[in-house]
């Protein structure tokens, strides 16, 4: 698993986002629409400050949390009764081992790059993924409420007397629209995706393993089970911590220790899973080296 990285240009993008979009809200929008002066403006002002600031604060805790790496003496006990689940090759049964990194690999662990983001420059692994979950759920929050004051503010009619400087907050807005519209339809696709893995107990990659799995499980007449699926309160538990007040915490509370999961099918079906994927995909390069020949 790889280390939190430096700033970068696309953290440097997302901050400077962060702070037009502030700005704009507040100081444009809230301003135009209900002043900062009145009761309502200074709620909705110090509501949107305040998710705001829990935003910026669960990013920078994002770009910084070590998502966690492999104890360099680590090495699976096939005899270990605690953990009955040993994930093996495609091709053969060896257990997995990084050649770059040098060691073995725990169940669920890829190399640092299938799951290095650009957006921090880090890695999301064990140790850091409630914390990623929980910004892109602020993340979202704040753009849909920053959307709806823009829209109150869009359509509010300006007094004659205010017209010199409407012009200039006009366009702030529009600017404003534009980054929100694009930001907020990918933030909503990316909570949207992680909700439903984290419901299912799921990477992005085992996600695309097992619908190649269940595939090939089918094709061969057998029924595919995901190993890890614990059941929807378990799962959340597993990645938000067992205490439901600090779910929304930027805190990692996630069970267990990345090296060792609990499976509720017990070893038979994760392993049946695995060698049936194995088993499909050796046909099916086998078959492919027959059509070649025959060409």
């Given at each position: 698993m790889g280390r939190p990285?430096?700033?970068?240009?696309?953290?440097?993008?997302?901050?400077?986002?962060?702070?037009?979009?502030?700005?704009?809200?507040?100081?444009?929008?809230v301003a135009r629409w209900l002043g900062l002066a009145t009761a309502a403006g200074a709620a909705n002002a110090a509501a949107f400050t305040a998710l705001a600031a829990a935003c910026l604060a669960t990013y920078a805790i994002a770009l910084c949390r070590d998502p966690g790496r492999v104890p360099p003496s680590f090495a699976p006990d096939i005899e270990d009764a605690?953990?009955?689940l040993h994930e093996i090759k495609r091709k053969g049964a060896d257990l997995r081992y990084c050649q770059k990194?040098?060691?073995?690999?725990?169940p669920r662990a890829h190399h640092c790059r299938d799951h290095h983001c650009i957006w921090i420059n880090n890695c999301v692994g064990h140790e850091n993924y409630k914390i990623f979950f929980i910004f892109v759920l602020y993340a979202v929050t704040a753009c849909f409420y920053a959307m709806i004051l823009i829209i109150g503010s869009a359509t509010y009619s300006v007094p004659v007397d205010e017209q010199s400087s409407n012009d200039s907050s006009r366009t702030s807005i529009i600017i404003c629209g534009i980054i929100l519209c694009p930001l907020t339809l990918a933030l909503t696709m990316l909570f949207g995706w992680h909700i439903c893995l984290i419901l299912q107990n799921k990477t992005t990659i085992e996600y695309y393993e097992g619908v190649r799995a269940m595939w090939l499980a089918e094709k061969g007449g057998n029924i595919y089970h995901h190993p890890y699926h614990l059941g929807v309160y378990e799962n959340l538990i597993s990645v938000l911590g067992p205490n439901i007040f600090?779910?929304?915490?930027?805190?990692?509370?996630?069970?267990?220790?990345?090296?060792?999961?609990?499976?509720?099918?017990?070893?038979?079906?994760?392993?049946?899973?695995?060698?049936?994927?194995?088993?499909?995909?050796?046909?099916?390069?086998?078959?492919?080296?027959?059509?070649?020949?025959?060409?």
């Open positions: 990285g430096y700033l970068t240009l696309p953290i440097f993008s997302a901050l400077a986002a962060i702070g037009y979009v502030y700005y704009t809200t507040v100081f444009v929008a605690k953990s009955p990194c040098g060691h073995y690999k725990p600090c779910w929304l915490c930027p805190v990692s509370t996630n069970t267990g220790n990345g090296l060792r999961f609990r499976p509720p099918h017990g070893s038979k079906h994760f392993l049946q899973g695995r060698l049936q994927y194995s088993h499909g995909v050796k046909q099916e390069q086998q078959a492919n080296n027959a059509v070649s020949e025959e060409q």
